[in-house]
């Protein structure tokens, strides 16, 4: 690289600059200049402060490494996938909500299932008290699944689920639904989360131990390569890990971390990877800090490319690439002032789309508060067609790329990234590292470092710890209404008093018998999922089996 | 010298979001509690048996799920139940302010929105814990 030398100092031009004009003047004291994650700044980028190689580091989009982005068109080919995660109270409201995003616009949907579902629950249960349809929509059964999807033709959209230990039974009443209103289930497409791993790591709602969780997700990715071959058996998530408190850095090294246990863990059972790694698809998260956010991104696609060709030997160019859906911080959002979150939703989403990402979801504004009303929700939609079809930022790709700044970004959370897989490495993979508590107490410590830092007033959260108002008006929340939990346990008894009882019972002791042995399970789960057997049914079956997992929690 | 306070930091029902119980109960910790922080997924019956167990001086329920209309009155009543009413019960998370109101008329000491700095609670335990 070309230096100019400044012939006073021997520093190249960039530190004479820096001596002899920046440091002349004070900087602000008080506010840290370091990114959200601390990632230290200097003041300017140059030429000179970063080692970026345009043919191995970055290349064309569409083309190896595809730091630039994962198709040659991008944008301008086809916008992202605008698609809002919805879902409260029943499958009935569900459904309301669902038709009316697709009627605005919304061109993909996302399912939001509440807790007792994410546990392996049946909304009568004992653990479910109080939170059926509370923060996603209660499923119990195929049959709550016909109504959520109802007046819905699954052929024409794609369909987004996030559900993660429970995930096989999901997909089970997905495909079964496709079946009734007559479509092939190989022509169903979406993305089921599966993502067990970062379960463990940040968004604990797991139910079975590592291994047979593990089981769980090859038999899906290995079925779904032969039978759904348009569906995303997993999204691997960084985004809870974020949520939980994690750096960038640490976002993106455990995602991908997780990402490669998946591929060893299908590679162990004995699938190709050119077999299921095109359709492994990524899901991270989009905070404020905006070149950050964009440097992830990128560092993202490189690592993952490299280390699918160079590592395991993948032969298709799909397998290379790394596909994701954003969304953006719900942790970023305020309580106080909540229409001050639509600006900085509207800046996260912006770093998605100039980051690359195949599909969004925008937080609604009021989310700090409560579940979205319908107004919060499509000013959150409003947000994302006007950054596609009023700010010009869809027309060039990678715009930043180039920038000194965001390369010298993007090479800095690689390094990291690639620091972090060594110490997953010595601590024998991600499941042992998960049993040692390692990625919980990074994230803990993580948090409780910015916590501090904005407590310290080190970083500024507008209406929070500078501009406060003293009397905030109370904003219009949406509100479940509590009766819908009793409905919903009525809905899952009359089920059970009205199914073929015989069949239903035959069909889960089969599952249970598969369970024990080592087969895929998601035949006998299809097959359950057809007689009406309930979700928390299935997975008491799997806990009698396998057992449950118990964390040791760290502070 | 004060004696030095003791709080159960309880995450109760299925909610997993523990971000905000760890960061409470590392900052309580620091200011010289002594913290019991049961982990997730915890029934009423649970948190008050660890509470009672610990002798707890407080208790800090931590809940993101929107099911705290359900599950902190079950905790106060538990608490009740087993004698331990003395015990100071706060809560923290994402509750509407309608709510927090009918909490506090139960029997809750006080309820912290998003947003609250962990000094703030320190500070509430603090005076209201008796000496």
New interface residues.
Partial sequence: MATTEDPKTGLGATGAWRRELYDAKPERAGELFSTMSGIENEPLYTAESVDVDYERDLGFPGVYPFTRGVYPSMYRGRLWTMRQFAGFGTAEETNERFRYLLEHGQTGLSTAFDMPTLMGYDSDHARSLGEVGREGVAVDSLDDMETLFSGIPLADVSTSMTINAPAAMLLAFYACVGEKQGTPIAALRGTVQTDILKEYIAQKEWIFPPQPSMRLVVDMIEWCSREMPLMHPVSISGYHIREAGSTAAQELAFTLADGFAYVDACIERGLDVDEFAPRLSFFFNAHLDFFEEIAKYRAARRIWATRLREHYGAKNPRSWLMRFHTQTAGVSLTAQQPEVNLIRTAIEALAAVLGGTQSLHTNSFDEALALPTEHAVRLALRTQQVIAHETGAVNTIDPLGGSYYVEHLTNELERQAYDYFERIDKLGGVVPAIEENFFQREIAEASYRYQSEVEQKQRIVVGVNRYELDDEPEPELLRIDPALEQKQIERVQALRARRDGAAAESALANLKRAAAGDGNLMEPIVAASRAYVTMGEMCDALRDVWGVWRETPVF | MARTIRVVIAKP???????G???I???L?DAGME?I?????Q?PEQIVETAVQEDADAVGISIL???H???VPRILEQLRANGAEDVLVVVGG?V??DDAEELKKQGVAAVF???A???EIVDFLRGAVPA
């Avoid at chain 2, 029902?13 to 971000?19: A, E, I, M």
């Avoid at chain 2, 922080?37 to 997924?41: A, P």
Wanted: hydrophobic share 30%; net charge positive; glycine share 16%.
């Fill in positions: 029902g299925l909610d997993g979001h523990d971000r119980a760890k960061i109960a590392r900052a910790r913290v922080y049961t982990g997730l997924h029934t799920s929107g099911a209309m359900t599950l994402t509407p302010v929105g998003p947003g700095p962990t000094s």
